[in-house]
């Protein structure tokens, strides 16, 4: 079974700038010759950076919806 579990609305980042943000964070990361297991986290440093946090606050309500969610499913069964 899959359970998929969006961003909750009010932490959305708009699609087009969240994208722009990744695509400038890769193209740094590439640039600066970051690779293997230095990358997630300069990915998301960077990404973090370029939403002004942004994506640190929809990551982190992400993580709370899916602790709600699990616990529902959890009662459920």
Same mark, same amino acid.
Do not use: Y
């Given at each position: 079974?899959?359970?998929?579990?969006?961003?909750?609305?009010?932490?959305?980042?708009?699609?087009?700038?969240?994208?722009? =943000?990744?695509?400038?964070?890769? *193209?740094?990361?590439?640039?600066? /010759?970051?690779? /293997?297991?230095?990358?997630?986290?300069?990915?998301?440093?960077?990404?973090?950076?370029?939403?002004?946090?942004? =994506?640190?606050?929809?990551?982190?309500?992400?993580?709370? =919806?899916?602790?709600?969610?699990? *616990?529902?499913? *959890?009662?459920?069964?």
């Amino acid at each position: 079974m899959l359970i998929a579990n969006p961003v909750p609305a009010e932490a959305e980042i708009p699609r087009d700038r969240i994208e722009a =943000s990744i695509a400038t964070a890769v *193209a740094d990361a590439t640039q600066r /010759g970051v690779v /293997g297991k230095q990358l997630t986290p300069f990915l998301l440093t960077r990404v973090r950076e370029l939403t002004g946090g942004e =994506s640190q606050r929809a990551n982190m309500a992400l993580v709370l =919806s899916n602790v709600r969610l699990a *616990a529902q499913i *959890a009662c459920a069964l």
